[in-house]
């Protein structure tokens, strides 16, 4: 069903995550943080969108389903992004830029 598709591949491992605790599901979200930190590609406006909702499906699964559990560790994580900006260079013309609102 996923073969071939790893965002998709990303969605389910993170939906089935859930199903073994908040523990399970925070380590599943954090390495992926740190597979898009440890990253050093450019990240232009056609790979953006794929990158936001990405980083938009680690925010949804810290805030509706890790926080709750564990605050401590929902805080940690929902600050992590916030590193990435070190090795993730973003080229986009800034009129059109799809992370504007993210800055």
């Not at 790893?6 to 939906?15: M, T, Y």
């Not at 440890?38 to 389903?65: C, F, H, N, T, Y």
């Amino acid at each position: 069903m996923t073969k071939g598709n790893a965002a998709a591949k990303r969605r389910l491992r993170l939906e089935l995550g859930g199903e073994d605790g908040p523990g399970e599901l925070a380590r599943d979200v954090a390495r992926r943080l740190a597979t898009i930190g440890r990253s050093k590609g450019v990240v232009d406006w056609q790979r953006a969108p794929a990158l936001i909702a990405d980083l938009e499906m680690q925010r949804r699964a810290i805030i509706e389903r890790i926080a709750p559990a564990w605050p401590n560790l929902g805080f940690y994580l929902i600050w992590c992004p916030h590193a990435l900006s070190t090795g993730t260079h973003l080229e986009c013309p800034p009129f059109n830029c799809p992370f504007t609102g993210l800055r």
